[in-house]
């Protein structure tokens, strides 16, 4: 069955590096998203991806975060000066519709030191 | 502000017994409905997603949809002790393309 890949799976960085992450969605699907889950929280929604553009994103989703299809199969998620608080797990999700559900995959952890 | 409401839990149900999880949505226009599974230190694994009032059935799943009361639902039939993780209730509000997580439910299903 088709999965959703993500790099690495934990990644430790100093306060203020820049760190990326990497995902490789499902081949078909077009519509790409972030999530974050901070230790012991609720899945949060970052940013979602079509037609090679942002579509949605949220507050989180500020000046320090960015995000890229750089070929046909990859999608980052830049982070440009690390703090403290963006420690958590970070999910990449990709679905075929809108609408139609998303899959995960198993999330890289970020601990910013 | 829009939420989705779960009762954080534990819930703790015998094995083989119906395990019932629940969750509200404050928005009146969504459309989309999942329940994810998700293991502790995991990503979210896709159970079940409904769009339409009433039943669904997948196996020992059934999601329950009542838009008019803003409440789905999750029945686990069968409970087994692999069952036991933490449920999320995703919701599709406005038709935006990102979902809302509730808190999820921690249920445990004792042997």
């Known amino acids: 069955e088709p999965e959703v890949t993500q790099t690495p799976s934990h990644q430790v960085t100093q306060m203020g590096q820049e760190v990326i992450l990497r995902c490789v969605p499902i081949?078909?699907?077009?519509?790409f998203y972030w999530y974050r889950q901070i230790l012991g929280q609720k899945v949060e929604f970052l940013v979602s991806f079509y037609n090679n553009e942002i579509s949605e994103k949220s507050e989180i989703f500020d000046d320090q975060f960015s995000v890229e299809r750089p070929d046909g199969s990859n999608f980052t998620l830049k982070i440009r000066s690390t703090k403290l608080e963006d420690s958590a797990m970070y999910f990449c999700?990709?679905?075929?519709?809108?609408?139609?559900?998303?899959?995960f995959g198993d999330g890289t952890r970020l601990s910013i030191l | 502000q829009k939420e989705v409401e779960q009762n954080s839990g534990p819930l703790s149900v015998p094995e083989g017994a119906i395990a019932s999880l629940n969750c509200t949505y404050s928005d009146r226009g969504s459309q989309s409905f999942f329940w994810y599974r998700q293991y502790s230190g995991k990503s979210p694994e896709l159970i079940m997603f409904?769009?339409?009032?009433g039943d669904k059935e997948d196996g020992r799943f059934t999601a329950q949809l009542n838009k008019a009361s803003q409440y789905v639902s999750l029945l686990i039939r069968d409970s087994q002790p692999s069952d036991s993780a933490t449920y999320l209730c995703a919701v599709n509000m406005d038709n935006f393309n990102k979902f809302y997580f509730g808190s999820g439910t921690k249920l445990n299903v004792k042997p």
């Open positions: 999700a990709s679905s075929g519709d809108k609408n139609q559900p998303q899959h």
């Open positions: 409904i769009y339409s009032n």
């Open positions: 081949s078909n699907h077009l519509y």
